[in-house]
């Protein structure tokens, strides 16, 4: 019997939350990791609606990087992570308690079920940093905006974070030396997503991630195919036509 992507995906991830003992080097290695989610979350907090938010999903939070230091700097906003590694959601739980941060929660679903066993019926922000590239179906992609359009407030938004493709949409599957594992992605280019996120998005605006400003000599190690770039999608929900 063949394996899906999905499940092949899924067992990925679970071999990684076997050897997290810290902070996640999954990405780029330790060091570059610590920088390019600094860079993520200065990027966040600048341009998002922050201040004006009481409510915020990250959905793919993996260990909970993003959730705890975004709890941290705004402690009026709630925030909550699902994951679909429940290990991950221990690990994130774990580091919630050790850094006594009281706004923020997790819990454990996929990037295709959430809305579903989401304890909370509606958010303003939901976020997906490095996500989406693991839907590597049309359906999964679609079932995301479905979940992601179904706990959104008509003013909430929805943030991508993407290796967004020049041309085609391709995809990746090699053997990633640095963490000893099989990896799988689809690069998708702006027209295949908006193909999909169309029927519930609007595209507000679109930016480069990592940059020479603000990632410096180290940004070549982090754009690592050139034929992708790491790009901010913002979107906001369409509103219903009568």
């Not at 003992?21 to 993520?40: C, F, I, M, N, Q």
């Not at 907090?45 to 990250?58: A, E, G, Q, V, Y």
């Not at 839907?135 to 999964?140: G, H, K, R, S, Y």
């Not at 938004?157 to 000893?180: A, C, G, I, Q």
Request: negative net charge; aromatic residues 10%; glycine residues 4%.
């Amino acid at each position: 019997m063949e394996i899906s992507d999905k499940e092949i995906i899924k067992k990925i991830f679970e071999n990684r939350a076997e050897v997290i003992e810290g902070h996640d080097p999954w990405r780029y290695g330790s060091d570059l990791a610590e920088l390019t989610d600094k860079v993520e979350i200065d990027w966040i907090m600048k341009n998002l609606p922050i201040d004006s938010s009481r409510l915020m999903l990250d959905v793919g939070c993996g260990t909970g990087r993003h959730v705890l230091e975004l709890a941290n700097h705004k402690k009026s906003l709630m925030i909550l992570g699902c994951d679909f590694i429940e290990k991950n959601i221990d690990f994130a739980n774990s580091e919630k308690l050790r850094m006594g941060i009281t706004n923020a929660s997790f819990f454990c679903s996929s990037a295709t079920d959430f809305a579903e066993n989401s304890p909370v019926s509606k958010f303003d922000i939901i976020t997906a940093i490095g996500l989406i590239q693991y839907l590597t179906t049309e359906n999964e992609l679609l079932e995301f905006t479905k979940n992601c359009a179904r706990l959104m407030g008509d003013e909430a938004v929805l943030l991508l974070k993407h290796p967004l493709s020049f041309n085609e949409t391709f995809v990746l599957d090699y053997h990633r030396e640095e963490m000893d594992t099989r990896y799988i992605s689809s690069y998708y280019n702006m027209n295949d997503l908006m193909g999909i996120f169309d029927d519930y998005f609007e595209l507000l605006s679109s930016d480069r991630a990592f940059t020479e400003k603000n990632m410096g000599d180290v940004l070549q190690h982090i754009e690592r195919d050139e034929r992708a770039v790491q790009m901010w999608l913002l979107f906001s929900k369409k509103r219903k036509t009568v």
